[in-house]
Nanobody
Framework: QVHIVESGGGLVQPGGSLRLSCAAS????????MAWYRQAPGNQRELVAS???????NYADSVKGRFTISRDNAKNTGYLQMNSLKSDDTAVYLC???????????WGQGTQVTVSS
């Protein structure tokens, strides 16, 4: 059975930092691509960052230079380091792992990030 569990969200002031984790079990994590999405109330889900099985990364323009995606295959865990957070970053952050591009893959339940003073 596959489990994807996000953690690390919380309340942070503008300009602060958070590190999200995505722990995967039940899959051979090393061969999966991993991505972080976010969804704010009333908005569509949007791709924040991705890292493929080979380590290549991609970022949404809105987070370039502030967020860093990484993965530790030995721990079956991915990360999203978020710096210089803004109120617009407030959303539920969800982890997605997919073996074949274009397929649904597996999703976690999400972790709430709130940026507010």
């Amino acid at each position: 059975q596959v489990h994807i569990v996000e953690s690390g969200g919380g309340l942070v002031q503008p300009g602060g930092s958070l590190r999200l984790s995505c722990a995967a079990s039940g899959i051979v994590f090393v061969i999966y691509n991993m991505a972080w999405y976010r969804q704010a109330p009333g908005n569509q889900r949007e791709l924040v960052a991705s890292v493929n099985s080979g380590g290549m990364t991609n970022y949404a323009d809105s987070v370039k230079g502030r967020f860093t995606i990484s993965r530790d295959n030995a721990k079956n865990t991915g990360y999203l380091q978020m710096n210089s957070l803004k109120s617009d970053d407030t959303a539920v952050y969800l982890c997605n792992v997919v073996q074949i591009a274009g397929t649904e893959g597996y999703w976690g339940q999400g972790t709430q990030v709130t940026v507010s003073s």
